[in-house]
């Protein structure tokens, strides 16, 4: 009997302290909105991003940035104080004649499903001047599950080389269309890649009307994105940690969680391993543990107190340990939530040193203020204070 209790309480101090382990403070940043919002201090509150992007045929190198930068962004959103719930969603577009004229992907904070659509974009298309952007603002606007929450950033980024379709007399033009952006207080900004003189006007006054920014970067988007001597360490490490996830419930919620698995290998197969480094870095974060673990994951949800373990039934149990006697079941949950917390401080010490080796590359190219990132970064950390959110710690790269 003793020895049981012993083994419980053994199990209960380590599980506490995987929930009080503190997690990485990755570098955040992105929020502004004309609308000032209540700010709830018992919520945790909501950065929704859209980005909007041409993916015609001159916009290869600035997707391929975006594939590459995407956890970037996410980990400079989520260094924001109050810590917030990161959500992204993209609208990809093309014209009336291309394989497709707009192409969805909903806001979520499943950020590895979100990548794995992602990187389905490809640059194909266009080369006749004016696209469909009407048409894609609209997508973003109104078919887009924007959150409800009193404390909200939501922003969109359009971006693109080519000016709108105004010659379209069956959709809705920009104008009407950031007029509705701004009842719902979504600050639009615009990105112009390159330098086609004929977009400078359009983006400019769209993002005057979406109370948002104007920038413009280089055709491939101008981004910091260095490869470090510590990248393949923390992909791997991030990679042992996705290897442990237990999911339980029904088996409904079981499926939901294996497309979720299906999206991590798609990425892990495909990602540079700068950019699952970038990942790994984001999801280490507290703002990253919705996407690294997703919903139903035993170990969270048993630590966290949410669930008592001998409460679930059998048919609700991971098939990994359902066939385990109850200790042997609880032994296995400490062992894993031990193995995370020493996994998740091993890519902490590394990604401090991956910001200490980034910073001096930074620095020996005069700052990089012209970047994608700082240019980011400088309008979220501006727009985001009136949702109640500060940004101190510059972007992330």
Avoid at 140 to 151: I, L, P
Avoid at 380 to 388: I, N
Wanted: glycine residues 8%; hydrophobic residues 40%.
């Amino acid at each position: 009997m003793k020895t049981k209790l012993l083994g419980i309480a053994l199990f209960a101090i380590t599980l506490g302290a995987v929930a009080w382990y503190p997690t990485l403070d990755a570098k955040t940043n992105l929020a502004q909105t004309h609308v000032t919002r209540h700010v709830d201090h018992n919520q945790a509150p909501v950065v929704d991003v859209v980005f909007v992007l041409d993916t015609t045929g001159s916009m290869g190198g600035l997707i391929q940035t975006a594939k590459e930068k995407i956890w970037s962004i996410a980990s400079t959103m989520a260094s924001a104080q109050p810590t917030p719930e990161i959500r992204i969603g993209l609208v990809g577009y093309r014209d009336r004649g291309d394989e497709y004229v707009t192409r969805i992907v909903d806001l979520s904070g499943d950020l590895d499903s979100v990548y794995a659509a992602l990187m389905d974009f490809e640059a194909n298309g266009g080369g006749d001047g004016p696209e469909s952007v009407n048409q894609a603002l609209n997508d973003a606007v109104n078919r887009m599950s924007w959150s409800q929450k009193d404390q909200a950033y939501q922003v969109i980024f359009l971006v693109g080389d080519a000016p709108p379709h105004m010659d379209y007399q069956d959709e809705l033009q920009y104008p009407a269309i950031i007029a509705s952006a701004a009842e719902k207080g979504i600050v639009v900004n615009t990105i112009q890649c390159g330098n086609m003189p004929v977009t400078v006007e359009p983006w400019t006054q769209i993002a005057r009307l979406g109370n948002g920014d104007f920038f413009q970067v280089e055709q491939a988007g101008g981004a910091v994105a260095y490869t470090t001597p510590y990248d393949a360490e923390i992909a791997d490490l991030a990679a042992k940690i996705d290897a442990t996830r237990l999911y339980y419930g029904s088996d409904e919620d079981k499926a939901r969680m294996e497309e979720k698995v299906a999206a991590t290998e798609k990425l892990a197969s495909a990602a540079s391993d700068e950019a699952l480094a970038r990942r790994g870095i984001f999801n280490a974060s507290a703002a990253g543990r919705t996407n690294s673990f997703g919903e139903n994951e035993l170990i969270v949800a048993v630590s966290s107190g949410k669930v008592d373990l001998d409460e679930l039934p059998k048919e609700a149990l991971p098939a990994a340990i359902a066939p385990m006697a109850p200790e042997e079941q609880r032994a296995y949950i400490a062992g894993v939530a031990e193995e995370r917390v020493r996994l998740q401080k091993r890519i902490q010490e590394l990604a401090d040193e991956r910001d200490a080796f980034i910073e001096k590359k930074v620095e020996a190219e005069g700052g990089r203020k012209d970047s994608l990132d700082q240019k980011l970064y400088d309008t979220v950390a501006r727009q985001a204070e009136k949702a109640g959110l500060e940004y101190s710690d510059g972007p992330a790269y």
